[in-house]
């Protein structure tokens, strides 16, 4: 059993329960490697530099906030900054697209397939994920490596198999099943690189 769902079951009202989330979640944010996150930042300045794209995805919660950072790192940082801004694109968007891939070939290919199409020299792609091993991330990141490309990953529980591929990670260590403070904590990275580049591009 998770650690999250052992604090439900020995809490007895939700208040108390709420208490032991956020001290949990405050606990796994403070024990992440914060050059990781510095890292990133220059991860994505580069990439504006250079003006690449950044292909970004993940399952479940991951696809949510992967769409989230298309918005937050592009549109969002042009109206409230008037600058050069970032060129994200969400493989998770085209809902077409990807169940055409699933029906045609096999849902293990959804993002790999996308990237055949698109993916260019000196760009990077930036996967979401709590546990590190669904296949069609997995194949995804193989892909990019082998081509020489530059895989970003930011996961929970003990990294997996994306932990050893990517070329950057940013690791929220935490226990097999928290999949709730893994998504919760990508969403804050997330907001934390939108937040600073709204104030700190020149």
Avoid: C
């Amino acid at each position: 059993m998770s650690k999250i769902n052992k604090l439900a079951l020995k809490n007895k009202n939700i208040i108390s329960f709420a208490d032991g989330y956020f001290k949990n979640l405050t606990d796994t944010f403070l024990n992440i490697d914060k050059k990781s996150i510095l890292k990133l930042e220059r991860a994505f300045l580069d990439l504006r530099k250079k003006n690449s794209t950044l292909y970004v995805f993940g399952n479940g919660g991951g696809a949510a906030t992967a769409m989230t950072m298309a918005n937050d790192l592009g549109f969002d940082i042009l109206k409230k900054t008037n600058k050069k801004t970032f060129k994200i694109i969400s493989l998770n968007d085209n809902s077409s697209v990807m169940t055409a891939i699933a029906n045609d070939t096999s849902y293990d290919d959804i993002f790999l397939n996308q990237l055949k199409i698109h993916f260019k020299k000196n760009d990077k792609i930036l996967i979401f994920s709590a546990s590190g091993n669904s296949k069609n991330l997995v194949n995804a990141a193989n892909w990019v490596r082998k081509r020489g490309g530059n895989v970003i990953s930011v996961l929970g529980f003990d990294g997996g198999k994306l932990k050893k591929i990517s070329n950057l990670t940013v690791h929220i260590k935490s226990e097999k099943g928290d999949y709730g403070p893994v998504e919760d904590l990508q969403l804050v990275i997330n907001h934390i690189l939108a937040h600073w580049f709204q104030k700190n591009l020149k």
